[in-house]
């Protein structure tokens, strides 16, 4: 656990608060992020990467990430020093500087394990002395979920039936809509996005069928992010086919019972 260099950790809250009425935006650099959002699977590291412009040293300088507050940070190195009094609870033991290219002012912070709580905007800021300038980053955090399944859950008005897709660990919420065998979609009954302990969401979704309607039907679940889909497939018990099958005997005794009759009224002209 490190300290300002030279200051004790008190005297780094009170000159912290000093210096924001002091500071002022330095016309002598500025600096950039990255031009796209930078995306990362749950359960993987992020890299979030600022750059000092014209590039110079940022070896002794204060860099600062931080989300909504820079006085609780994500993480602050100062003079060639991690500095972890001040960070936020949730990152601490997941960060790591990439000191790399540091000498040319590009600085990169490593973020572990990425969770969910972690989706969101990022704000990179170096200090020097008086003067500062900071930029921003997107980090996009994405999860595939779990194989769909899908069950019967009983009947609805009419003779349908009820079918739910159910799926847990996807983020953020996904898109799920449901296909028959021809790839036409059909129309969700109802649709719910439930987030779990870990910021995942369990996906539930109910698609209501006639009997005599489809004859296999699909739950397609689909990542924006990923561009990645997990589907699942099941065969309607009650399908068109199968209740042709039923119906051919009745058709077959009305049909011979009609051949009766014209056979009967043919004998008695």
């Known amino acids: 656990m ?3 260099p030279g200051y004790s950790l008190s005297g780094v809250v009170a000159s912290f608060f000093f210096t924001l ?7 002598d650099f500025r600096v950039v992020g990255p031009a796209f959002p930078v995306l990362a699977k749950v359960g993987e590291d992020a890299l979030l990467t ?4 014209p590039k110079r040293t940022a070896m002794h300088m204060e860099v600062r990430w931080y989300r909504s507050e820079p006085d609780t940070p994500v993480s602050v190195r100062w003079d060639g020093a991690e500095v972890t009094e001040p960070q936020m609870e949730e990152y601490r033991g997941r960060t790591e500087w990439i000191e790399d290219s540091m000498a040319e002012g590009k600085v990169t912070l490593k973020i572990r394990r990425v969770q969910p709580s972690d989706d969101g905007q990022y704000r990179c800021r170096f200090r020097e ?14 999860a595939l979920g779990s194989s769909p399944n899908i069950h019967m859950e009983g009947t609805g008005e009419g003779g349908g039936v009820r079918l739910v897709c159910t799926s847990q660990g996807w983020f953020p ?3 799920v809509y449901w296909g028959d065998i021809w790839g036409k979609r059909l129309l969700t009954f109802s649709e719910n996005h439930i987030p779990g302990e ?7 979704d109910t698609l209501m069928v006639r009997n005599d309607s489809v004859e296999t039907v699909s739950c397609f679940i689909y990542n924006h992010l990923l561009g990645e889909a997990k589907e699942a497939t099941a065969a309607f018990p ?15 005794l009305f ?15």
């Open 198 to 204: 870990d910021g995942t969401f369990y996906v539930e």
């Open 129 to 142: 002395e008086n003067y500062w300038g900071e930029t921003s980053a997107l980090l996009q955090v994405a």
């Open 173 to 175: 919420k996904p898109q």
């Open 50 to 53: 600022c750059q000092l412009l």
């Open 238 to 252: 009650e399908s068109k086919m199968p209740f042709l099958w039923k119906i051919l005997p009745v058709l077959g």
């Open 21 to 27: 009425l002091t500071v002022k935006q330095s016309d």
């Open 2 to 4: 490190a300290d300002f």
């Open 255 to 269: 049909l011979a019972i009609a051949v009766g009759l014209i056979k009967r009224r043919s004998s008695t002209k």
